[in-house]
């Protein structure tokens, strides 16, 4: 039973880039969050997504912005990348009732 | 906005001693959600509590979520070299899955 697979699992890229990241989520799971992870810092929360629709947001601008397939999969895309970009982006899955989520091993991306 | 405190930021101890770190939120919860966070890796998820005054125990880790639903606590009695990690508290304020972390608190275990 595959867990939540993301890719890639590093990343460079350069101010002003744009840049894609993938999330597979665990089997039986359909919603799907991000999550932005600074070092030494607690995840903080992107957005999450469910039927395929942006269901909640956190404070994070529009440079961000994300989708759901029909099979549950998910993309986050930055646009204009900073160098404060640069963290580790985690995805999470769960499902509707469920106690907890599943993270990714996360997509580590640095902006130079 | 929501804010979730964590403390202390990082403790140290020696193997066979507790640790307990403390969670507390701006705003009434309906649920809190604890993970660990091993060096290099990711989030892994321990333990949902929602019950006001609620108590659970998993081996030698107990949580409780406060009377308030606002503050929650992890007690690791007796640590080992294997409960080395980052420790997060997550708080849900409407049940939506948006979770709103806490800084972590960072556990050194000395053998």
């Known amino acids: 039973d595959a867990g939540v697979t993301q890719s890639p699992t590093h990343l460079i890229k350069t101010r002003g880039q744009q840049v894609t990241l993938r999330c597979s989520p665990k089997s039986g799971h359909d919603t799907v969050s991000w999550y932005q992870q600074a070092l030494g810092q607690g995840p903080q929360f992107i957005f999450q997504?469910?039927?395929?629709?942006?269901?909640q947001r956190g404070n994070f601008p529009d440079r961000f912005s994300g989708h759901q397939f029909p099979n549950y999969s998910s993309e986050l895309n930055v646009n204009a990348l900073l160098l404060g970009d640069s963290a580790l982006y985690l995805c999470?899955?769960?499902?509707?009732?469920?106690?907890?989520?599943?993270f990714g091993s996360g997509t580590r991306l640095t902006v130079v | 906005g929501q804010q979730v405190m964590q403390i202390p930021q990082y403790q140290h101890v020696q193997e066979g001693e507790d640790f307990t770190t403390y969670c507390n939120s701006s705003t009434t919860l309906s649920n809190i959600q604890w993970y660990k966070q091993r060096p290099g890796g990711h989030p892994v998820f321990l333990i949902q509590l929602v019950k006001s005054g609620e108590v659970k125990k998993q081996k030698r880790l107990t949580f409780q979520f406060g009377e308030a639903k606002k503050n929650s606590s992890l007690h690791i009695t007796a640590t080992q070299t294997t409960d080395v990690g980052t420790y997060f508290c997550?708080?849900?304020?409407?049940?939506?899955?948006?979770?709103?972390f806490g800084q972590g608190t960072t556990l050194q275990v000395k053998p």
């Open positions: 999470a899955s769960s499902f509707p009732g469920a106690h907890g989520y599943t």
């Open positions: 997504y469910y039927e395929e629709e942006e269901r």
């Open positions: 997550a708080g849900d304020s409407s049940n939506t899955g948006k979770l709103i």
